[in-house]
């Protein structure tokens, strides 16, 4: 508890740089026609506590998680019962459970609140407090990923780092270095490690910092359509292989090709058990191999007596992932070890639906395989609800259980991103159509001008796996419901004009924040002498959207959020029109003149070009009327 808190107050500081930084990444550019993929990245701390449950004095316990440390939230509160847990352990307040072969393994709570009740149990139950908070951040994919760990370095808790990119990102996970220069997808490397330490596939990374040490991880990526992979797809495991590798030898495996099927890897388990002291050296290399179990012990076998002198003996097991075409199962023992080879393919399959994916399970499609499965990964912004199996039971508010099935046993996990159903073991098979309840959050995407004011009417056209339109509200905010993984393209067209065009590429559970190049112009109409008009018809057109205003007591007309372009603006009044072109690129205020020298009543406006032309007319005639008269001449007549 001491460390919990001084790991909160050290972190306070380093939590507001953090919080700067995710509303800088929440601001998108406006003309981002190249899809941007992201990484997620979720820091995982992790606090346990063993306790012993009571219900011989209380007949109902009610648990609580810790308050989550600064920039953290809680990711989940789980009681995982150790033994096998009494029947009379019943959950009452909860949100997810976990079964083992129908017997409750552990509780969890997503608010931070458990409360069991005992339905006649008096004894003491012994049971882990395990408590989750999470911070996540969005990081652009290029070729390589850098994650620091160093701020958790001294605190004292568990720090896990959980890479996630989507399935159908052009990105494949390609190596993964730690702090100390170490690859840490090499075998020799992971055979330095406990089993769960590191864990990889193409999609995802996930370690331990605490364990393997704390500072600068990175992860170099594949890239290329090629390393795209389905959201809903059928797994099947192939018919395995029990095979034994002779001592100092290797053995290649290649994946062959299923007609129909995509290449997936190998599931590789070996063990061996012999007499001697303990020695496992034994591994299995690929493209891109994980080993995620690993047991071992001494052991010795002794009777009554001496008669038979006691034998040391040791086994031990190990199992790897092996992504990829190929796999090498190398033997350095001096003795045969054993292997179990089981081959992995997928296809995709299932139709998205604005409630859920619907997929149909076909006896045929399976029949060579030992066991398939129905996986289904999401992004961030789906969360998986429940799975109803074809004969219309739902399985629904449980984490993951294993249960008895039609003489055999099946498998299911349900998380908030993935989840996976068997749909066949053995010769136990459920065919038909299954249902995987989906809720999505929509893909919300704010429009403001570069003063932050919502821009409201913005049309926004959606192409992609679906296709959609929508019109951002008085708030600036359009809202976008997706229910199908993919890229997306977004064009946003605001009074004639393309505003925005992007690509998203991921669909992240941040608000879109879309900055437009829209802009004021303000037009103010005068008269010839420079007085302004009132009641003037002012009219802007960029060809492909008009508007009408009319100029204010001070002539004025404010024309907001206006796009980028070149408008012509005309101002009528009464029978008189003038017009002018006007390019827009910011803020701008321009005088338009009428050349409108005064207004007769019952008469209507006079252009000074009008007075001057009748004047000049008026002048003309003038001259001409009173042009003066030449002397007359008079003869003097003499009469004599």
Known sequence: MFEYLTYMRRLIVSVLLVILLSSVAATILAAETTPVFYARVDYLLRTEE?????????????????????GFTLESFTVVFEGKTPAQVIPIEYDKISKNMDVLASVTSFSGEITLGSNGYNGTVKAKLVTVFKRSSWVPLQDNLTIDTSEFKDTGLQVVVKVTIDNYAPYAVKSVTDPKGNELTSLSMQDKLPAGAFKVDPKHVEFDATTIGFGKYKIAFNVGDDYKLPNSFLVIEDRYMEVTIPAKTSKNYMLKSKAGWNTLGFIIVLYSVTPGPLSSDARVTGALVDKAFERSEEFE??????????????????AFLVYGNSAVISNNEGHDIQAIVIPIYYRQIGTWTPKGLVATINKKDVADAYSAYLVVQVPTIATIQSITLPGGQKIEGVESFTSNWLG??????????????????????????YFVEISWKPVKMIFTDPKGNPVPGVQV??????????????????SINVYTPGVYSI???????????????????TDFNIECKVYRLTVNVKNALGNPIAGASVTITNGNYTQTLESDSSGSVVFNQMPVGVYTVTAQYKRITSSMKVTLDGDKNVDINTGILFDIPFVGPVTAMEVAAVSAAAAVTSA????????EEVAEIEIG
């Open 50 to 70: 063993n306790v012993e449950l009571d219900f011989g004095s209380k007949s109902i316990i009610k648990l609580s998680s810790y308050a989550a440390p600064p």
């Open 301 to 318: 076998i002794r009777g009554a007596s001496l008669l038979i002198p006691p034998l040391l003996m040791n086994y031990w097991i190990k």
């Open 408 to 433: 055999t046993w099946r498998s299911a996990v349900i998380e908030k991103t993935e989840a996976s159903i068997q749909v066949k073991n053995g010769d136990s098979i459920e065919e038909g159509d």
């Open 461 to 478: 056209s959606v192409e992609g796996p679906q296709t959609a339109q929508v019109v951002s509200g008085v708030d600036g905010v359009a």
């Open 491 to 509: 064009r946003a067209n605001f009074k004639g004009s393309t505003i925005a065009a992007l690509t998203l590429g991921t669909l992240i559970d």
């Open 624 to 631: 001409l009327f009173f042009r003066p008269r030449k002397e």
